[in-house]
């Protein structure tokens, strides 16, 4: 666990631990993986993706926030069909506007 916690804050980095996590649509979590402080979310998705308990189906839908523009192609690279909310907006699907 120490490993996962980051540099030493002595280094005048951010201090502490940080958890990318995925959850179902209720907001159970199905997947946790911790990660220093001071790394980026983008950096621990394709960890969080792998660390999901249950077998989803191929071809599921995984919805991301606007901050992993760019991260598409690691989770399509696993078999899942990323959504990506647009900065400040909402996510249009089947003609109908949802939030995410």
Known sequence: AREAAGRNPADREK?????????????????VTPGGANTHDIKLLEETVQSMVRAHPEGANVFLDAGYT??????EGMGYKARVRPRGGRETREGKETAV
């Open 15 to 31: 201090k502490g631990t940080e958890r990318g996590m995925a959850v179902e649509s209720h907001g159970l979590p199905v997947g």
């Open 70 to 75: 760019g991260a598409q192609k690691v989770v």
